[in-house]
Nanobody
């Protein structure tokens, strides 16, 4: 069992940056594949970034070169650095942990943190 708590969301202007954190507890952080998803109001959930146990990362084209996912196994924490944010990226961002990347959505989810990109 893994508990996930996101933080770092808030209001940011277009073109700005935010760093999200996901603190984990309850199990060995280092054995899980991790990821970030987001869901805007009225839209489907979408993948933002994933990272394997060994640190291999993957991003959809929409965020590649602007977002960076990272993990600190010593601190049991996952991060998402988001740069050059766009208004359409306003959403609730969720941290996810699972046994493998392919089945990540069937794993453990945090409660989410709201990111609002607006002037």
């Amino acid at each position: 069992q893994v508990q996930l708590v996101e933080s770092g969301g808030g209001l940011v202007q277009p073109g700005g940056s935010l760093r999200l954190s996901c603190a984990t507890s309850g199990s060995t952080f280092g054995i899980y594949a991790m990821g970030w998803y987001r869901q805007a109001t009225g839209k489907q959930r979408e993948l933002v970034a994933t990272i394997t146990v060994r640190g291999r990362t993957n991003y959809p084209d929409s965020v590649k070169s602007r977002f960076t996912i990272s993990r600190d196994n010593a601190k049991n924490t996952l991060y998402l650095q988001m740069n050059s944010l766009k208004p359409e990226e306003t959403a609730v961002y969720y941290c996810v942990a699972g046994n493998m990347i392919a089945t990540l959505t069937t794993g453990y989810w945090g409660q989410g943190t709201q990111v609002t990109v607006s002037s």
